[in-house]
């Protein structure tokens, strides 16, 4: 790159050529990698205070080292610091260190720490995607406790629920409730792509209470994909279940009535029942098993003549 | 099927296996056996939960339960319902705008010809002076709705809309017709799901004409699973079905019964078919005409197919299988008196082989319902299912291409895609190309697998085959010469080669 140019009030300093990162083995073309850095140095001897620095784009996301900040637009790549991280893929990823940052918007590479990773694949994770749901009454911030999480998936591989919790008496504080859960068995293929969800409070790792803002972050690996987002969440508050009842008011005061009845001097009734069935077994029995042989005494010719009882 | 799965989605899927069985007969049966076997003398009152439960378990009737609730089990599927149907959106609208074709091509048959859908026969006509096989000129202005060729060419046509087709070649490009992203079993998979087949068990339709002893030994082992219930039958069929046992074996893997209630329902059916007369039926006739009545092995059967597919084309009980399926009976069609499943050219060779098997024609028409219900009807409509038809294409195709890209390379420069030939032999399972007794062997492991994707793994192994051949031809039509017969073609052989034998 050339020379400072010549106007007033900056400040002449070195422009050194731009350096890619490095694909591989292989010097790489500036538009595969990606990324590249310039290094402006500032005369020596001098420490200046930057107003601003001024440059002419030339397709490239500019890099700035920035901490803080509130983005609300559409894809916008902030921060970026890069130290040692050799890529040998096509995508590659941006590697961001961010703290501190509430993000509005649907689709922005958000929250990776990355360090010292070397990634050898083909396809890297492209984008992630997060989500916010921020419970806002108009009055005031509300809390809930969660029951489940339901939605519909498009081609999202996996999913991480992070929930804000408020705590009376403390800070708000984010936290991991589940961690890469996976929707689609395969990234690449589309089993799964389009199913529905739930998540229940039991699958979280905490108690999902108090909760303030649900964040969801999303990730699809497979750059088979053009796009990838989730439909119709809907979260829906835990209800302290309704003390059981089986049987209603009437019915229970039928059954309780049945055992006050007076029981002296009478044989418990479940006894007498389970008695009674026992004979109507053995007549059961007897009936099943009749012999032909005759009983014995009192029978003439197979039949009973009244006068010959009365005389016995 | 159900798969491993937490407590909740188990007892969800409980409370769902037990909604419907509520309804059934199977259901009205038990609890009239238990109030009958009150009267038994061992049933105390004290313990009359579990003397109730030993009774049914005892005298037979728990097993008629578990047949019932895996029937179910392989019928159900725990999701919402237009997404059981179909959960890929564009599948479902690719399968719409098929149906809108398919019936469209229908009224305007019905209304050239002047034929409606269907009608009541008048009552002056008596049911015989009416000719139940109509004269040739007039059965010749019907043509088959549609051949399998034409619903070849929509599933070409598919497409994902957010899949990203911009890549360059790559490892993963796909040299075949089908160019979807569903996940598809590879050998190695398919070698795990099928071990039974594997080089070192024996088979039947390989180890048959081995000495008598195990071969006698599986029969009488075959007998006494045919005691058992539907999932041991499912089990033992995974190495064959010996030919006297078959028709049981699949009976009972099917749970397709022969009671009173199924002979008198095929009656009722019969009577309907009597009543009504149907746009469908003359397609069954020409059909019947076309397809069996030509094939050397299934002539014979031509009355006995007559009877079923008109049966089956009145059946309400067909309608329930939509709520899986992602088609839909057309409602015009339902309106008219028809029962939503319209036939293609071919459909009647589903039934033919079953002729075999079966005697009775009302225990063929359960046995073949019963079938269609589970496995046939995936083999003519869009979905994602792995035993569907897109997804045996595919697998198909990424069989062969893994092993034959030689072969697959040279049929495809010369434009004669694999697919293109082995679409029709997949579409039909295989009925009408192979022999008869290497068909019912092949329809074995399809029951006993309870998938369809050993069509895709047979289709791969004929084509490796006859490989050597295929690699001299250089036009689409000889290559279809080539592969024009496979009368002669040992089905189990070949998959045992194609699965465990070749290099991977």
Same mark, same amino acid.
């Given at each position: 790159?050339s020379?400072?140019?010549?106007?007033?009030?900056?400040?002449?300093?070195?422009?050194?050529?731009?350096?890619?990162?490095q694909?591989?083995?292989?010097k790489?073309?500036i538009s595969?990698?990606?990324?590249?850095?310039?290094?402006?140095?500032?005369?020596?001897?001098?420490?200046?205070?930057?107003?601003?620095?001024t440059?002419k784009?030339?397709f490239?996301?500019v890099?700035?080292?920035?901490?803080?900040?509130?983005?609300?637009?559409?894809?916008?790549?902030?921060?970026?610091q890069?130290?040692?991280?050799?890529?040998?893929?096509?995508?590659?990823?941006v590697?961001?260190?961010?703290?501190?940052i509430?993000?509005?918007?649907?689709?922005?590479?958000?929250?990776?720490?990355?360090?010292?990773v070397?990634?050898?694949?083909?396809?890297?994770?492209?984008?992630?995607?997060?989500?916010?749901?921020?419970?806002?009454?108009?009055y005031?911030?509300?809390?809930?406790?969660?029951?489940?999480?339901?939605?519909?998936n498009?081609?999202?591989?996996f999913v991480s629920?992070?929930?804000?919790?408020?705590?009376?008496?403390?800070? +708000?504080?984010?936290?991991?409730?589940?961690?890469?859960?996976?929707?689609?068995?395969n990234?690449?293929t589309?089993?799964?792509?389009? @199913?529905?969800y739930s998540i229940?409070?039991?699958?979280?790792?905490?108690?999902?209470?108090?909760?303030?803002s649900?964040?969801?972050?999303?990730?699809q690996p497979?750059? +088979?994909?053009?796009?990838?987002?989730?439909?119709?969440i809907?979260i829906?508050?835990?209800?302290?279940?309704?003390?059981?009842?089986?049987?209603?008011?009437?019915?229970s005061?039928?059954t309780l009535? @049945?055992?006050?009845?007076?029981?002296?001097?009478?044989? @418990?009734?479940?006894a007498v029942?389970?008695?009674i069935?026992?004979?109507?077994?053995?007549?059961e029995?007897?009936?099943t098993?009749?012999?032909?042989a005759?009983?014995?005494?009192?029978?003439?010719?197979?039949?009973y003549?009244?006068?010959?009882?009365?005389?016995? | 099927? #159900?798969?491993g799965?937490?407590?909740?989605?188990?007892?969800?899927? #409980?409370?769902?296996?037990v909604q419907?069985?509520?309804g059934?007969?199977?259901?009205?049966q038990?609890?009239?056996?238990?109030?009958?076997?009150?009267?038994?003398?061992?049933?105390?009152l004290?313990?009359?939960?579990?003397d109730?439960?030993?009774?049914?378990?005892?005298?037979?009737?728990?097993?008629?339960?578990?047949?019932?609730?895996?029937?179910?089990?392989?019928?159900?599927?725990?999701?919402?319902?237009?997404?059981?149907?179909?959960?890929?959106l564009?599948?479902?609208?690719?399968?719409?705008?098929?149906?809108?074709?398919?019936?469209?091509?229908?009224?305007?048959?019905?209304?050239?010809?002047?034929?409606?859908?269907?009608?009541?026969?008048?009552?002056?006509?008596?049911?015989?002076?009416?000719?139940?096989i109509?004269?040739?000129e007039y059965?010749?202005?019907?043509?088959?709705?549609?051949a399998?060729?034409?619903?070849?060419?929509?599933?070409?046509?598919?497409?994902?809309?957010?899949?990203d087709h911009?890549?360059?070649?790559?490892?993963?490009s796909?040299?075949?017709?089908?160019?979807?992203?569903?996940?598809?079993?590879?050998?190695?998979?398919?070698?795990?799901?099928y071990s039974?087949?594997?080089l070192?068990?024996?088979?039947?339709?390989?180890?048959?004409?081995?000495?008598?002893?195990?071969?006698?030994?599986?029969?009488s082992l075959?007998?006494m699973?045919?005691?058992?219930?539907?999932?041991?039958?499912?089990?033992?069929?995974?190495?064959g079905c010996?030919?006297g046992?078959?028709?049981d074996?699949?009976?009972?893997?099917?749970?397709a019964?022969?009671?009173?209630?199924?002979?008198m329902?095929?009656?009722?059916l019969?009577?309907?078919?009597?009543?009504h007369?149907?746009?469908?039926?003359?397609l069954?006739?020409k059909?019947v005409?076309?397809?069996?009545?030509?094939?050397?092995y299934?002539?014979?059967?031509?009355?006995?197919?007559?009877?079923?597919?008109?049966?089956?084309s009145?059946?309400t009980?067909?309608?329930?299988?939509?709520?899986?399926?992602?088609?839909?009976?057309?409602?015009?069609?339902?309106?008219?008196?028809?029962?939503g499943?319209?036939?293609?050219?071919?459909?009647?060779?589903?039934?033919?082989?079953?002729?075999?098997?079966y005697?009775?024609?009302?225990?063929?028409?359960?046995?073949?319902?019963?079938m269609?219900?589970?496995?046939?009807?995936r083999?003519?409509?869009?979905?994602?299912?792995?035993?569907?038809?897109?997804?045996?294409?595919?697998?198909?195709?990424?069989?062969?291409?893994?092993h034959?890209?030689?072969?697959?390379?040279h049929l495809r420069?010369?434009?004669a895609?694999?697919l293109?030939?082995?679409?029709?032999w997949?579409?039909?399972?295989?009925s009408g190309?192979?022999s008869?007794?290497?068909?019912?062997?092949?329809?074995?492991?399809?029951?006993?697998?309870?998938?369809?994707? #050993?069509?895709?793994?047979?289709?791969?192994?004929?084509?490796?085959?006859?490989?050597?051949?295929?690699?001299e031809?250089?036009?689409l039509a000889?290559?279809?010469?080539?592969?024009?017969?496979l009368?002669?073609?040992?089905?189990?052989p070949?998959?045992?080669?194609?699965?465990?034998?070749?290099?991977?």
């Amino acid at each position: 790159m050339s020379e400072s140019s010549d106007l007033t009030d900056h400040v002449t300093c070195t422009i050194k050529a731009s350096v890619n990162l490095q694909i591989g083995d292989t010097k790489t073309e500036i538009s595969q990698s990606g990324v590249s850095v310039v290094d402006i140095n500032l005369p020596f001897g001098k420490t200046v205070n930057i107003e601003d620095v001024t440059f002419k784009n030339y397709f490239c996301i500019v890099c700035i080292q920035i901490e803080d900040i509130t983005f609300k637009n559409y894809f916008c790549i902030v921060c970026i610091q890069i130290e040692d991280i050799t890529f040998k893929n096509y995508f590659c990823i941006v590697c961001i260190q961010i703290e501190d940052i509430t993000f509005k918007n649907y689709y922005c590479i958000v929250c990776i720490q990355i360090e010292d990773v070397t990634f050898k694949n083909y396809f890297c994770i492209v984008c992630i995607q997060i989500e916010d749901i921020t419970f806002k009454n108009y009055y005031c911030i509300v809390c809930i406790q969660i029951e489940d999480i339901t939605f519909k998936n498009y081609y999202c591989a996996f999913v991480s629920v992070r929930v804000l919790k408020r705590t009376p008496g403390q800070e +708000a504080q984010w936290s991991t409730a589940l961690r890469d859960l996976p929707l689609m068995e395969n990234p690449h293929t589309e089993a799964g792509s389009q @199913d529905y969800y739930s998540i229940h409070r039991d699958q979280m790792l905490l108690v999902p209470d108090n909760v303030v803002s649900v964040r969801l972050v999303l990730r699809q690996p497979s750059s +088979a994909w053009l796009t990838f987002n989730l439909e119709d969440i809907k979260i829906h508050p835990h209800t302290q279940p309704a003390p059981v009842k089986e049987v209603s008011d009437w019915l229970s005061d039928l059954t309780l009535v @049945d055992q006050h009845l007076n029981m002296e001097g009478l044989p @418990d009734p479940q006894a007498v029942s389970s008695s009674i069935q026992q004979m109507w077994a053995l007549t059961e029995v007897m009936q099943t098993n009749q012999t032909t042989a005759s009983i014995g005494r009192f029978d003439v010719d197979g039949c009973y003549d009244i006068n010959l009882l009365c005389l016995t | 099927m #159900i798969d491993g799965g937490t407590e909740r989605e188990l007892s969800a899927t #409980i409370a769902q296996l037990v909604q419907r069985l509520k309804g059934s007969h199977l259901h009205s049966q038990l609890e009239r056996r238990a109030k009958d076997c009150l009267h038994q003398p061992e049933i105390k009152l004290e313990s009359l939960k579990e003397d109730v439960r030993h009774f049914l378990r005892v005298s037979g009737w728990e097993k008629k339960l578990h047949n019932a609730v895996y029937r179910e089990m392989h019928v159900l599927l725990p999701t919402p319902p237009e997404h059981r149907k179909e959960p890929l959106l564009y599948m479902r609208s690719a399968q719409a705008s098929w149906e809108r074709r398919v019936l469209k091509s229908l009224s305007s048959m019905s209304s050239e010809l002047g034929v409606p859908l269907a009608r009541k026969v008048p009552s002056g006509q008596s049911a015989s002076s009416r000719p139940l096989i109509g004269p040739n000129e007039y059965l010749s202005q019907f043509r088959p709705v549609y051949a399998p060729k034409d619903f070849l060419e929509v599933l070409i046509g598919l497409r994902n809309p957010n899949h990203d087709h911009s890549e360059q070649v790559s490892t993963r490009s796909h040299w075949g017709l089908i160019q979807l992203p569903l996940s598809v079993r590879d050998v190695v998979q398919m070698r795990e799901m099928y071990s039974e087949l594997g080089l070192t068990s024996g088979q039947l339709g390989i180890d048959d004409e081995a000495n008598l002893h195990p071969g006698r030994r599986r029969f009488s082992l075959g007998i006494m699973v045919l005691d058992q219930d539907s999932a041991a039958a499912q089990q033992y069929s995974r190495q064959g079905c010996p030919m006297g046992l078959r028709a049981d074996l699949w009976a009972l893997i099917l749970n397709a019964t022969n009671q009173a209630q199924d002979m008198m329902h095929y009656e009722q059916l019969k009577a309907g078919v009597i009543q009504h007369d149907m746009l469908v039926d003359n397609l069954i006739y020409k059909d019947v005409k076309l397809t069996a009545s030509n094939d050397d092995y299934y002539f014979v059967f031509e009355d006995f197919l007559y009877q079923v597919l008109m049966c089956f084309s009145r059946d309400t009980a067909i309608l329930e299988h939509f709520m899986y399926n992602s088609a839909s009976p057309p409602r015009s069609f339902i309106q008219g008196g028809g029962r939503g499943v319209i036939p293609f050219h071919g459909f009647s060779m589903y039934v033919a082989p079953l002729c075999f098997l079966y005697n009775s024609p009302s225990e063929l028409y359960s046995v073949f319902r019963e079938m269609y219900v589970r496995y046939f009807f995936r083999l003519h409509s869009v979905s994602s299912s792995p035993s569907g038809i897109v997804s045996l294409c595919l697998q198909f195709e990424r069989l062969l291409q893994a092993h034959l890209p030689q072969l697959f390379y040279h049929l495809r420069q010369i434009g004669a895609q694999p697919l293109r030939i082995a679409f029709r032999w997949m579409v039909r399972a295989f009925s009408g190309y192979l022999s008869t007794d290497q068909l019912l062997l092949l329809w074995d492991r399809l029951l006993a697998y309870d998938s369809l994707e #050993i069509l895709a793994v047979l289709a791969a192994a004929v084509f490796a085959f006859r490989s050597d051949n295929l690699m001299e031809v250089t036009s689409l039509a000889s290559a279809e010469a080539v592969l024009a017969d496979l009368s002669t073609l040992k089905v189990m052989p070949l998959i045992q080669i194609f699965l465990f034998a070749s290099a991977a």
